[in-house]
T-cell receptor, first 115, second 113 residues
């Protein structure tokens, strides 16, 4: 148990569906992250939030829409996805600021399959 | 910009044998380096980290890594492999400008009985 909880753990959706991934952290952190993990590729950072403000968007397609209502919760809203979006989506959290403190703690991920 | 290279996407060792997973980085400034482990169907768990100070870093589950600036390496070792060590291992460096993590492509460790 890392203190970062992701739901659901598995999700299957069609290309026309709309779904949301949820992440919750109980570590008192103020930075939260979404990563995409695909087979045989490095982890891809998608979004970063610091103190509820989005500070990073790594050219992610608009069919992925993040939301951070508070420092403990992070959502990833999905719509009109493509089959190549099938992957493991990982949420992480950390303290903001100094790199030495920026140790990221990860959730177990949501395994997404787009049909 | 920093980068991380993990040599060998798959490594197999016998139970009880030495584990050596290689990681090389490129950085123009002193790096912050990490090893994470990912067990099947789980997220990434921090094994150990190097920020400053002692270059030999001990982590959980008997793993350790040594920061060698001259070789720009941060290899992960464990003297004796257990079956439970079978997992994927990721090396990462923090980009000194953006504070973002840069991950390697991972090494999948298989432990043979």
């Amino acid at each position: 148990e890392t203190g970062v909880t992701q739901t659901p753990r598995h999700l299957v959706m069609g290309m026309t569906n709309k779904k949301s991934l949820k992440c919750e952290q109980h570590l008192g952190h103020n930075a939260m992250y979404w990563y995409k993990q695909s087979a045989k590729k490095p982890l891809e950072l998608m979004f970063v939030y610091n103190f509820k403000e989005q500070t990073e968007n790594n050219s992610v397609p608009s069919r992925f829409s993040p939301e951070c209502p508070n420092s403990s919760h992070l959502f990833l809203h999905l719509h009109t996805l493509q089959p190549e979006d099938s992957a493991l989506y990982l949420c992480a959290s950390s303290h903001s600021g100094l790199a030495a403190k920026n140790i990221q703690y990860f959730g177990a991920g949501t395994r997404l399959s787009v049909l | 910009a920093q980068s991380v290279t993990q040599l060998g996407s798959h490594v197999s060792v016998s139970e009880g044998a030495l584990v050596l997973l290689r990681c090389n980085y490129s950085s123009s400034v002193p790096p912050y380096l990490f090893w994470y482990v990912q067990y099947p169907n789980q997220g990434l768990q921090l094994l150990l980290k190097y920020t400053t100070g002692a270059t030999l870093v001990k982590g959980i589950n008997g793993f350790e890594a040594e920061f060698k600036k001259s070789e720009t390496s941060f290899h992960l070792t464990k003297p004796s492999a257990h079956m439970s060590d079978a997992a994927e291992y990721f090396c990462a460096v923090i980009d000194s400008g953006t504070y973002k993590y840069i991950f390697g492509t991972g090494t999948r460790l298989k432990v043979l009985a």
